[in-house]
């Protein structure tokens, strides 16, 4: 009876908190992005309106193209949550971004190093010389870089074109450049309609899918983090459990073919949503690499910055 009185209280308070933290919100802004199919689903459905409708809460959508236009909508204070891989919000962090990566949406293999079917391009190391489109601060970038060092390349040894992903889709497939860092579903949509060839793929280098908000905003209404995360949660359940209806609300949204969204879904791992060891050790093992190229500096601490970075608070949602 105790027990039971003690948890009644803890359901007081956080329902007071709640109540009192959503007097202050008016509007709640949040993106959606191809490359983040469980914000498509939630987009779609609706979800976050039916919760928030009682409190008189708003929602606003902001599309992302990419992980870099996230992180520029999360410093500029224009959006509250904002979808983009691990190893781009790290990078943010690094650069004096405060974002908290506090949501897994997926594991996906969403980058590539693409090029034409008739390409002589066959290994990373032919692309010295070449000119590659890429987005800067993206998934696909930090992909670029470290397969370039493997190779013993760096990207002073190419001539970059820095274009967001669906313009480095174009210059490619129109012959502008020779080669792409991809990303999801446009790469698949360049692979399964136009015949491009991904020459080289690894999927332990893709980092993961994660949802960031802004530092100040987790710290001044974490119940209201918590209630987004909760729903964001259930459309993630929603999206294993209705893989047919993902896929045909991914081509309504995309514009693409069937094909192409099977594609993407193909290698998108949506079983994971809460962020810890795994996602830290991942993007730990990124910044590393990136350090280890001269993208970041030698004194930056890898470890200590995605400990700040990843915010466990709300990690009581399950896998």
């Known amino acids: 009876m105790k027990r039971l009185g003690t948890m009644l209280v803890g359901l007081a308070a956080l329902f007071a908190a709640t109540t009192a933290q959503a ?3 008016e509007e709640i802004r949040i993106d959606w992005a191809t490359y983040n199919p469980v914000s498509i689903l939630l987009k779609e459905k609706g979800l976050l309106e039916k919760e928030f409708e009682a409190d008189g809460i708003s929602i606003r959508w902001v599309q992302s193209a990419g992980s870099n236009k996230a992180l520029e909508f999360l410093n500029a204070q224009s959006i509250d949550f904002g979808s983009t891989a691990g190893s781009a919000a790290f990078l943010a962090r690094v650069n004096g971004n405060p974002v908290k990566s506090i949501y897994v949406y997926s594991k996906p293999e969403w980058t590539a190093l693409v090029t034409k079917d008739d390409s002589d391009i066959s290994a990373v190391a032919d692309l010295k010389g070449k000119t590659v489109a890429v987005t800067r601060g993206t998934d696909p970038h930090i992909f670029l870089v470290r397969a370039l060092s493997d190779a013993g390349l760096s990207e002073r040894d190419l001539n970059l074109v820095l274009l967001q992903h669906a313009d480095g889709k174009t210059a ?8 792409w860092a991809g990303l999801d579903p446009l790469m698949a949509s360049a692979e399964v309609e136009d015949g491009a060839r991904l020459f080289f793929r690894n999927a332990d280098a893709n980092t993961w899918g994660v949802l960031n908000t802004r530092e100040d905003f987790a710290e001044e209404h974490p119940a209201l983090v918590q209630r987004v995360l909760a729903v964001y ?3 993630r359940q929603e999206a294993l459990a209705n893989p047919a209806d993902l896929q045909a609300l ?3 949204a995309t514009g693409l073919r069937d094909t192409v969204i099977e594609r993407q879904l193909e290698r998108t791992d949506l079983s994971h949503s809460t962020i810890g060891d795994a996602q830290a050790q991942t993007i730990s093992e990124a910044g590393k690499a990136l350090q280890s ?3 970041i500096a030698a004194d930056v601490d890898v470890d200590g910055t995605v400990a700040d970075l990843i915010d466990r608070r709300f990690d009581n949602l399950g896998q």
């Open 23 to 25: 007097a202050d919100v």
């Open 172 to 179: 490619l497939l129109r012959g502008d450049v020779d080669a």
């Open 233 to 235: 949660e259930q459309a």
């Open 250 to 252: 991914l081509v309504a």
């Open 293 to 295: 190229a001269g993208v």
